[in-house]
């Protein structure tokens, strides 16, 4: 199985930060990779697909990069709807696995 | 609406069976690859199985291969995971997602309590 570990677990950060969140595949998954948002109470959405584009409707302070096993979510100017927890998936082969998620904290 | 609505969690015995459905509606249910994620109180996600548009291809996690079978019915569009042989580490919430790369529609989910 491809293992998708993602760093830091938590992270602590101000509104209009910039924070990245990293997540390495065990093995080179090309760009065959997911980021969602997930609140409490509530079902994961999807923010980027493909490593680096864009789900419609999702503010363009979100973005993605990398390619073959380490990849990163970046997010510029962090507003306050922001604070959740994310995970990355892999879809390169079955289990389509996920990293273990970060929550992301309010300083 | 384009929506994903499951249905059929509950409390159940170990060693018990239940079956969850998934109601698609608003698109073509028939044009796309269904799977199940599932979400243990206060962990991490973790998928569960896949089955393509004409189920054909069906694909299990190793925790629950033997145990859970994925269906679908297009003209009903619906999607079903039938789980046999439940224990404590199934509980979760088990949602329901549409398409094989691209998982931008997700169900609220249904709570699956599996104790004694």
């Known amino acids: 199985d491809i293992q998708m570990t993602q760093s830091p677990s938590s992270l602590s950060a101000s509104v209009g930060d910039r924070v990245t969140i990293t997540c390495r595949a065990s093995q080179g998954i090309s760009t065959s990779l997911s980021w969602y948002q997930q609140k409490p109470g509530q079902a994961p959405k999807l923010l980027l697909y493909g490593a680096s584009t864009l789900e419609s409707g999702v503010p363009s302070r979100f973005s993605g990069s990398g390619s073959g096993t380490d990849f990163t979510l970046t997010i510029t100017s962090l507003q306050p709807e922001d604070f959740a927890t994310y995970y990355c998936q892999q879809f390169y082969l079955t289990p389509y696995t996920f990293g273990q998620g970060t929550k992301l904290e309010i300083k | 609406e384009v929506q994903l609505v499951e249905s059929g969690g509950g409390l159940v015995t170990p060693g018990g069976s239940l079956r969850l459905s998934c109601a698609a509606s608003g698109f073509t249910f028939s044009s796309y690859s269904m799977n199940w994620v599932r979400q243990a109180p206060g962990k991490g996600l973790e998928w569960v199985s896949s089955?393509?548009?004409?189920?054909?291809?069906?694909d299990y996690a190793d925790s629950v291969k033997g145990r859970f079978t994925i269906s679908r019915d297009n003209a009903k569009n619906s999607l079903y995971l039938e789980m046999s042989s439940l224990g404590v580490d199934d509980t979760a919430v088990y949602y329901c997602?549409?398409?094989?790369?691209?998982?931008?529609?997700w169900g609220q989910g249904t709570l699956v309590t599996v104790s004694s």
């Open positions: 997602a549409r398409d094989r790369l691209r998982w931008q529609l």
């Open positions: 089955i393509s548009s004409r189920s054909r291809d069906i």
